[in-house]
Structures are given as C-alpha cells and as structure tokens.
C-alpha cells in the first residue's frame, strides 16, 4: 500500500484516476478499521486533510460551507455553526467518542454510507449539499441523492466530495436530530431521527424536513411525516400522524440491537421527539 | 517498498522516524520509539488505551497512520509527569486506588488530561461522557471518575 498527501483536490482527482484500488483518507476512523479486519487493503491512500481550505468552515450565502477534512470536534467548537444547526452539529457530536470526535469527519461518516450513520439523516433534514469534484469537474449534488444503498454512494470513479453545504435558514426554524441506542454513549443506531422545521411568526410550522436513519438501506426523507406536520402548532393529532408517517416510512433489518418491529415502532417515537425540540428551538411553545 | 520519513515532535523533543504506509502512529510508537506507555487494547477504536494527542486533538493513536503524523506536535503519557513529580492526575489516580491491571490507565491519564485542559471545571457526567471512549475492566470507573474530579479541583488550587 502507498500512502500519498494530495496537494489541492485536482491532485487528488487525478490520484485516484490514476491507481485501481485507491481510497480517499479522511479521518481514517472507518477505513483504518476496515484496513485492520480485512486481508487486502487499498493499494493507495490518499490523504485530503492537507489540502488548503478542506479544513475550514466558512459562512457563505448565509449558510456554512464544511471543509471534507473538518473533524467532529471542530465542528462541535464552532459557536455560529451550531447556532444555526444545532440539529447537525449535535448529530456529529454523537458520533464515536472524544478519540473519534478527534479524527471522524462529516463526509466521511457520508461516503462510509452506513445505514446507521449519524450525520446522514440530519444532512437529509437541512437540505445539505455536497460539492463533488472529479475528472470532468465540480458539481453540487443534494446529500440525499447521493445515498445508493448499504456502503455505496452515488459517485463516479475518481470523484471524491471536498464539502458539504448547510444552507442559510430564515428567522424561527431549526433542527434537531435523536439517536436511540441500548447504552447512553458508543453505540450503534438502532434509529435516528432528523427534523428540520420552520415556523411562521404564530408559532404555525410552514415548511418541515423529517429523515429517518437505520431502519432502511439508506437514510431516508419521509415526506407524508412532513406533510404531518405542516400546518400545525405540533398538536397531539399532528405529532400522531407524524409518528405513524414514520413508522410506515421503515424497512428495518433484524438484529441484535432491535427487531424490526421495535424499530418501526420506536422511529415514531423518535421523530416525534425529534420534532419537538426542533419546534421549541424554532422558538414555538408546546 | 520504500519507507516514509516523517519529522514530528513528541513530548516537545523533535522526532524523525521511517515508518511503513500502513504503520499506525501506535505501532510506531510502540515499536520503533520504545515509547510503549500507549497499550493496544483493541486496534479498532473502541478502548482508549492508545490514547495520544495531535496538535492538542485528542485521538486514538490506532486510527492514525505514523505517516500522518508528519509536521505534528504528539503527546503521548511519557509527556506526561515524572516519577519524582507526578502530575496531579497521577497521583490522585493511585491516591483513590483508581487502577488495577493499569492497562486503561495511560489512556485515561492521556484523556482526562485532554479534558481539563479545555473545560477545569467538569461536572461528574462531562467527566464520563468524555471519558465514554475509554474502558477500564477492572475498577468499575466510579474510582477512576472521583480522581479525575479530585485532581481538577486540585489543578484549579481548591482544597479537597
Ligand atoms: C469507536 C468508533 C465509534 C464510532 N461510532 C460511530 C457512531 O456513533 N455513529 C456513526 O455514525 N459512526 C460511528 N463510527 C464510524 C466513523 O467514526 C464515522 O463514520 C466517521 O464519520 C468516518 O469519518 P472519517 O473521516 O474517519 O472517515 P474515513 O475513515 O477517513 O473514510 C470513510 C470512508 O469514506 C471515504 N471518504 C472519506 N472522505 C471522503 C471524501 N471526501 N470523498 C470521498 N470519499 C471519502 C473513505 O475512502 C472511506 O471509504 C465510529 C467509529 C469508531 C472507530
Ligand atoms: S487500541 Fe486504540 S482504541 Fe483500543
Ligand atoms: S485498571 Fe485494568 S483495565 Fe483499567
């Protein structure tokens, strides 16, 4: 195995053109793992985190701009950042522990394309965009039309996402994103939750994101829990209809860490608590 | 295969070492830096015992390649103390009978340290949130809890 630092993202690019079997390394806390318990590991990393810019957050149209190679305890460190997404901040804060938080990276957490990862579902609420830069150039792509399946995004050969975009939000909205886990730190989803709302001036929520982790292949928006939702002041009948929405919404897996039919039932109750406090930071009153 | 060169600082001495591409930053300093106060307790992340800084960042120096260590200021638990002149973690460690087999317990020293130097003042669940990413099967971390607690108010200069 080589080990390469890329200069700029061209570099990058024209890196992995170049070599079968060459893997982006960002934080490493999924890939050095997966290079630990498998017998053949890529034939070439290659490190982003030293391109100039990959490790920034900048304010940008109003909204945050989040370099590929900015780790989770960066982004928990950014006062502006979590003022405006404390939904998606709060879900990378959940990622792994301090260690981890020291290294894991946001993308990273994307492309490793877990079914349970947690950042996803919360990118999926905010609307977030991936710039995607490759051999024919730079595209920007919504998050959730990256999501191809268990360990698989929609990216071409060669290409690799320098950033993702959380775009400006408007007076009296905001997310929020809940994890259930067996233990209370280090542990898997067994459903996430991820609810973006925005209300008008009488507390009456006007437009609402609500996206599902870990109990289907890919995290997934749920639109019939947004229309739930829309409309209301989050009233007992809304959130039941929302809660249903998102029950219907699962495909879940069987495992030890939940049934399928403890994680249709409990990603209800998750989106439904998700909703709330992402209600009450959007300034409503319940 | 040639090796890589790296220049880093380790514990505020300059380091050069070669290193394999998939040699990670704990194998190096195990193997090649006779620096084995870092333990391999899993290899995947999951235990601390490997626990180091990088530029200030606590991390598990098993998910770190020595290659990436290039251009970085590291510390490791030898950094951290002396015998004649323990730090007051240390000693409030073996004060409270907070270590067993001790295998956790650089890590923990590594990590806690990480924490009071960004918050002096945690409360008991910062203190086990923070330290959630490093497991001890002997002392039951209640002990493990107090001394970390203990030697902030220590370091803060308030009596016990
Ligand atoms: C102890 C432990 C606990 C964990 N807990 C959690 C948890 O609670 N929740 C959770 O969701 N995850 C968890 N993880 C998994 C992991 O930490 C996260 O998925 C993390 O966000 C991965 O980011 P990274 O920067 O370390 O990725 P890396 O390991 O560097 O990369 C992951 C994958 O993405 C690819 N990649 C990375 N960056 C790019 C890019 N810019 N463009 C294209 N491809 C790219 C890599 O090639 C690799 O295939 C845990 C891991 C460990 C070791
Ligand atoms: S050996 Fe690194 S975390 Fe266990
Ligand atoms: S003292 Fe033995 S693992 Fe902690």
Redesign the interface.
Known sequence: ???V?AKDSRDAVALLGETAGARV?A???DL??Q???SET?PAL?V?I?RIPGMGDIIEEEGGFRIGAAV?G?EMGAHAALKAQWPGVVEAVELI?????Q??ATMVGNLCNASPAADSVPAMLAAAALARIEGPEGVRDVPVVELLAGPGKLHLADAELITSIFLPARVPQSADAYLRFIPR???DIAVVGAAVSLELDENGVIKAARVALGAVAPTARLVPEAENALVGTKLDASALAACAAASSAACAPIDDKRGTVEYRTKVAGVMATRAAKIAYIRAGGTL | MSK?HVNSTINGDTVEFLCE??E?LLDVLRDRLNLTGAKEGC????C?AC?VT?NG????S????G??A?GSEIETVEGIGAPDALHPLQRQLLEHAALQCGICTPGIIV?AK??LVQNPDPSEEDVR??????LCRCTGYDKIIRAVLAAAAEMRGENP
């Open positions: 195995m080589r080990y630092v390394l934080g490493g806390t050095l793992v290079m630990k318990l590991g990393l490190d985190k780790s305890a792994g522990s301090a260690q981890v020291g290294r209370t730190e280090m | 890589i591409a998939d990670t290899g995947t992340g999951d601390g626990s990088i960042r606590l991390v598990a098993c998910l770190v390649l290659a990436e290039e990590a990480a924490l949130y923070w330290l959630a990413g490093n």
